[in-house]
């Protein structure tokens, strides 16, 4: 099993997990993140992390954010991976919550 970004994550970016994930599984694109399928471990460290309450173990993941199973694992295979903690977006918090945020997501 692996763990998953939503929506939700989308311009917030807060990079809160990156840093408890003892394995470096997190990956970076412009206004997201995404966790590589086949190097999360299940430690769940990362789910409590998240300020914006956008990860989820695939097994939880709400119905309407099943794709995002697959962007993780699409993102993963080309963006750079991350192991510390970067600076997140000035309007995070203005972002954190608002619904139908996939068409923003730049990949």
Known sequence: MTFVVTENCIKCKYQDCVEVCPV?????????LVIHPDECIDCA?????CPAN???????????QKDFLKINADLAQVWPNIT????????????DGKPNKRPLLER
């Open 24 to 32: 470096d599984c997190f990956y970076e694109g412009p206004n997201f």
């Open 45 to 49: 460290l990362c789910e409590p992390e």
């Open 54 to 64: 956008a990860i989820f173990s695939e097994d939880e993941i709400p119905a309407d």
């Open 84 to 95: 510390e903690k970067g600076k997140q977006p000035a309007d995070a918090a203005e972002w």
